[in-house]
């Protein structure tokens, strides 16, 4: 496969993960900010704004994080070249680059959920209008990987592929709950019962989480109990430790078509390695932000050396 092509579906897919990813986060910032005052919701929407990292971008656009100004600036907004419409531009873009690798299916999920996407959000999106948005991004972001699993060859573009969605949603999942915890639990101590439950349960809508984890534990919030279900529970798919599962094994299925280890499956291992039968208890004597940030700053470089080893801008 040309580089040109696995770089293509590596990014469509991290495209199509980052934008459902943001959908999900002003979805629960939406639910939160609906049920506060008028200083509380625009703390929320100040957090939703740091957690994508858009702060300066925003600020300089913008005199106050209200929500009707932040749904659209993240949505469509043109100072910000990162918003959802320009991800699913991109998402199609690649998609037309590796045309030849993927599916009518596919492509077919692809286009129509642009087009749909592209004239709702032509124009600015009104309170009526945004949960209608954003639910039809999360749903462009599930038909897409929907008619990808269903007819795609478990070739090497499929891989590539699930690499670069693996690769970012555990960035994700990493920054919501790195944002989020230090805004709501400063001293990183995970004791205390007086804690926003409220606030706990917008940090597991975030990353679609909410049932599965109330399923797992019986209704009960609490803050050590999410990070060891976010960061470290294999069985739910937008974990870390789930993640770093699917991204080793699409990898190790990557150097086994190619019939040579690269650099990014060396991470990997390195890694693993420092994961591997980690405990929450570990993370937290650790300092969860310090755990986060080692994490990310991982992440980036198993990106850059996937890159790098199967040569996608030679």
């Not at 699930?162 to 999942?173: H, K, L, N």
């Amino acid at each position: 496969m040309l580089g040109r092509t696995a770089n293509a579906l590596f990014w469509m897919f991290r495209y199509l993960e980052r934008a459902e990813n943001t959908a999900r986060l002003l979805e629960a910032g939406l639910r939160m900010a609906l049920t506060r005052d008028v200083v509380t919701a625009e703390a929320e929407w100040r957090s939703v704004i740091a957690t994508l990292g858009q702060q300066a971008a925003f600020e300089a656009a913008h005199d106050s994080y209200d929500g009707l100004a932040v749904w659209n600036f993240v949505l469509r907004g043109p100072s910000n070249s990162g918003n959802v419409r320009a991800m699913f531009a991109m998402v199609r873009a690649n998609a037309r680059t590796a045309r030849t690798n993927i599916s009518s299916d596919v492509w077919e999920a692809v286009n129509e959920n642009w087009m749909k996407l592209d004239k709702l959000l032509a124009r600015p999106v009104g309170q009526m209008a945004v949960g209608e948005v954003l639910g039809a991004v999360r749903r462009a972001g599930t038909q897409v990987h929907g008619a990808f699993d269903g007819s795609i060859l478990r070739d090497e573009g499929y891989h590539f592929a699930r690499s670069g969605t693996f690769i970012e949603r555990a960035d994700s999942t990493a920054r919501i709950l790195d944002m989020k915890y230090f805004l709501l639990l400063p001293s990183l101590s995970y004791v205390g019962s007086s804690l926003d439950t409220g606030q706990w349960e917008q940090v597991l809508r975030s990353v679609a989480g909410a049932s599965a984890y109330s399923w797992l534990n019986a209704g009960q919030i609490e803050a050590r109990g999410i990070v060891e279900f976010l960061v470290l529970d294999e069985r739910f798919p937008r974990s870390l430790a789930f993640c770093r599962n699917a991204l080793r094994a699409n990898l190790a299925e990557l150097a086994r078509m190619h019939g040579i280890d690269g650099q990014c499956q060396a991470l990997m291992r390195e890694a693993d390695n420092r994961i591997n039968h980690l405990t929450v208890d570990e993370v937290f004597e650790q300092g969860l932000h310090e755990f986060l940030v080692d994490f990310m700053a991982s992440n980036v470089g198993i990106a850059n050396a996937i890159a790098a080893d199967y040569r996608f801008h030679a």
